[in-house]
């Protein structure tokens, strides 16, 4: 009698619905969450019933929240051995985790991150429209990392990396979260509205590849890049030659010279007129990034004392990186940067990433 062979394999991995999981990041209840499903899902065709959707849901939210505390530390999901997953499902569940709504990060940007914060994700909630839950599980997340990286030396997006496992841009975005509120900067104020969470990321990103720690011109990469390269800064102070009679009505001349041919006339008779303002706008922002009060207003100068003025006089965002451009180069020309090669660094290092800065601010 001939014997025949089965082989049988059993699998525990746990399958997650990721949908459902959505729905539990943004703060649905398990009926709200229910309704939603059963308008997606056609019960009838899988022989089911609501109680079977809402009981499905009951556990997968149960299987959330013991996941909950191992996403708190995301590298424990990979070596913990109560849950079976494969490792495209650890990565979806640590990326969306940690993946937060721009309008509620825009709000929490500048923010101290600290409990006394908590009172005020009621009216975040409120403000964007985002379930209270999904507001402070976003908070507690920009709060944890803050709290993990603040104090470690290297670069600030390996840190995040390495830490929370997050894909680079998501790294990048929490590591403007970081920046700007280490850095204690005013993002709040009435006149910086229009500016949004991805306006902020990105010049706090320009900051963080030039004014820090990380900067290649850095000489003190071991330092923490969550703070602005304090040498760097230092240096900034010799710039304030450019105010200087001598020097500021040369650089004038020449920024004549170099815009004549590519400035709209109008433009060309204002920007004459008050190109020494403009200067002196520019360089004591530059000599303030060497003091926290003064630095942490970087923003609000930048629009109040740069922009809009520019717009009052019907500048484009073209005009401004024009007239900018120009600046940083018709500086270097001056005999006492020609004479200088650190100054001309410095000032390099400064201009690469305050014209960026200001163009991103600049209303569209």
């Known amino acids: 009698m001939a014997v025949s062979e089965t082989e049988v394999f059993v699998c525990n991995n746990c399958m997650i619905n990721a949908d459902i999981y959505d729905l539990w990041l943004k703060g649905n209840s398990v009926s709200e969450a229910t309704k939603h499903q059963q308008n997606k899902v056609s019960l009838k065709k899988f022989g089911a019933t609501l109680d079977d959707l809402q009981s499905d849901i009951v556990d997968h939210y149960r299987l959330f929240a013991g996941l909950e505390e191992m996403l708190k530390t995301p590298p424990r999901l990979n070596h913990q051995l109560m849950y079976q997953f494969d490792p495209e499902t650890v990565h979806m569940l640590i990326q969306k985790y940690y993946c937060f709504d721009a309008s509620v990060m825009r709000e929490i940007f500048g923010r101290k991150l600290g409990t006394r914060s908590r ?32 104090e470690l030396s290297g670069r600030l997006v390996d840190n995040i990396q390495s830490h929370y496992c997050l894909h680079e841009d998501l790294a990048k975005s929490y590591a403007a979260v970081v920046f700007i509120s280490n850095n204690r900067f005013e ?38 890049d969550v703070d602005m390269d304090r040498d760097f800064l230092l240096d900034l102070r010799e710039v304030k030659v450019l105010m200087e009679r001598e020097y500021a009505e040369e650089h004038r001349g020449l920024m004549l010279r170099a815009l004549q ?9 204002e920007m004459d007129n008050n ?18 009060k003064e630095s942490r207003d970087i923003f609000i100068d ?9 717009l009052l006089m019907s500048w484009t965002k073209a005009d401004a990186k024009v007239f900018l451009t120009a600046f940083k180069d018709t500086a270097l020309q ?21 014209t960026p800065v200001v163009l991103r601010m600049y209303p569209r």
């Open 187 to 224: 993002t709040g104020k009435k006149k910086l509205n229009y500016l949004s969470f991805e306006d902020f990321a990105a010049c706090a990103n320009y900051m963080i590849s030039h004014w820090s720690y990380s900067s290649e011109e850095c000489q003190h990469h071991e330092d923490m």
């Open 119 to 150: 009172k005020d994700l009621d009216d975040i909630s409120e403000e964007t429209g985002v379930a209270v839950r999904s507001v402070r599980r976003q908070f507690e997340n920009a709060k944890r990392v803050f709290k993990t990286v603040e």
């Open 302 to 310: 930048i629009y109040e004392k740069l922009i809009e003025p520019w």
């Open 275 to 292: 190109f020494r303002s403009i200067s002196k706008t520019i360089i004591t922002i530059a000599n303030g990034l060497n003091h926290s």
């Open 261 to 269: 041919p590519v400035m709209r006339e109008r433009v060309l008779v």
């Open 334 to 354: 001056l005999d006492v940067f020609r004479s200088n090669p650190k100054l001309v660094k410095v000032w390099e290092r400064y201009m690469a990433t305050f």
